[in-house]
């Protein structure tokens, strides 16, 4: 989701990415990735989104055909086939966690994971939760809700973030139910150094710990080495390919915890047993984290997706490497543009490895310029005053400078 008009004629950007080509030829350079997208067109089009809304490989459009095809042919039975392709992406997503232990439970979306996880918290006798003022919209707009009704919400400024794990941590208390913040800032793009050391401050006041990882999955390895007590949310619709409807949960290893948001696929195995009256049991594994029923067509696409980059040899390392390359490009093609900081700046003392999956501009007037390079068929987007360029593994260094350059044309012109 971009921060502007979202129905905007895709196919004008494609004629505007053609017509490029056109005007000069050089402009042609379609990376060998770029042919299993043809639907989204990548090779003709300047989608600087790969934050926000990566395009999807062609094998996602045979996953969702599978889905329709299996319901189909088995109507209620499918159910059996859905959960090979829930274990396919449950193991994907291990895979992306650095192979971690414990149990990881899928969602259509991270917010209703974590609601259930605040709803197994302890927070009438620990009414304190820590978080930064640099978290997505998920967890910031919860959070200020049940702040409204009495919940005590520490918010720690998020810059300057080499020193935010450390202040965080001087925020955890003995009244603190849970410390949630994420791995990269989804304003700035920034890692978020030493999250372990927030880690150890909940273990030592028994506060639990959610990270958010959404912007870490796909674009900067992630591992839970010394974290391993961490709850971890993620999700498939930005880097991953994955589109909507394949979030994830994290679960640490022995959790006993009781959410009071609860839907009933966590007891779905137990249904047919006999229940004791007044109590409410939970299912082990997954499903005590679970909802209910969902469309499965999801897990279908994302199974197929996670299988693709398989074969592609699109690791977190390959895909990392590929990453830093572009948006150490596009630093470079922003810079070359020497364009007066008040009307565009970025923080360029920033080390390349200490940026995740995207470039963010701070602009006087994010909107405006992300309006003028939409008209001019470059795709990014916006938060507030910032502007945000994001690369992917299907766009070439051709595209990527000439999406630069249309900010040099938008700004100067």
């Known amino acids: 989701m971009t921060g502007g008009t979202a129905d905007v004629d895709t196919a004008a950007e494609s004629r505007a990415g053609r017509s490029a080509e056109a005007a000069d030829p050089s402009s042609a350079h379609p990376t060998p990735l770029s042919a299993h997208y043809s639907h989204f067109d990548v090779a ?79 927070l009438r006798e620990r009414p304190r939760v820590v978080t930064t003022d640099g978290e997505f919209h998920s967890i910031r707009r919860q959070l200020d809700r049940l702040a409204e009704e009495g919940l005590e ?40 150094p030493d999250l372990s050391a927030v880690v150890d401050a909940c273990r030592r006041h028994g506060a639990e710990v959610l990270i ?56 779905f195995a137990d249904l047919a047993d006999e229940r004791v009256p007044g109590e409410v049991r939970y299912g082990v594994g997954p499903a005590r984290f679970a909802g209910s029923t969902y469309d499965p067509t999801s897990p279908y696409r994302a199974a197929a997706v996670m299988d693709f980059f398989a074969e592609q040899g699109l690791t977190p390392e390959r895909l990392r490497e590929i990453s830093q390359h572009q948006v150490g490009l596009l630093c470079e093609a922003f810079l070359s543009l020497d364009l007066d900081p008040r009307v565009a700046r970025l923080e360029s003392d920033v080390p390349l490895e200490d940026r995740g999956g995207f470039l963010a501009l701070e602009c006087a007037d994010a909107e405006g310029l992300y309006q003028a390079l939409l008209d001019r068929g470059v795709r990014t987007d916006y938060r507030a005053n910032v502007l945000r360029f994001g690369p992917a593994p299907y766009l070439s260094d051709r595209q990527l400078r000439d999406a630069m350059a249309a900010l040099g044309e938008v700004t100067l012109g």
């Open 212 to 267: 958010d990882s959404y912007h870490s999955l796909g674009a900067v390895p992630f591992s839970l080495e010394g974290m391993e007590s961490a709850f971890v949310v993620g999700g498939g619709y930005k880097y991953l390919q994955l589109g909507e409807g394949n979030c994830a949960l994290r679960v640490p290893p022995g959790c006993d915890m009781r959410p009071v948001v609860t839907g009933w696929f966590a007891e």
């Open 153 to 192: 919400v520490v918010k720690v400024a998020a810059k300057p973030v080499d020193t935010l794990a450390e202040r965080v941590s001087d925020a955890v208390d003995d009244r603190t139910s849970c410390v949630m913040v994420s791995s990269v800032l989804f304003a700035t793009g920034l890692i978020v």
């Open 44 to 122: 003709n089009r300047l989608l600087l989104t790969g934050h926000s809304h990566q395009a999807w490989p062609d094998v996602a459009f045979e996953g969702q055909k599978r889905a329709w095809l299996d319901a189909a042919a088995m109507a209620d039975g499918k159910w059996e086939a859905v959960s090979e392709q829930v274990t396919r992406v449950a193991s994907g997503y291990r895979e992306l966690m650095g192979g971690c232990t414990g149990d990881v439970t899928l969602e259509t979306n991270t917010h209703s994971l974590v609601v259930r996880f605040l709803s197994a918290l302890p």
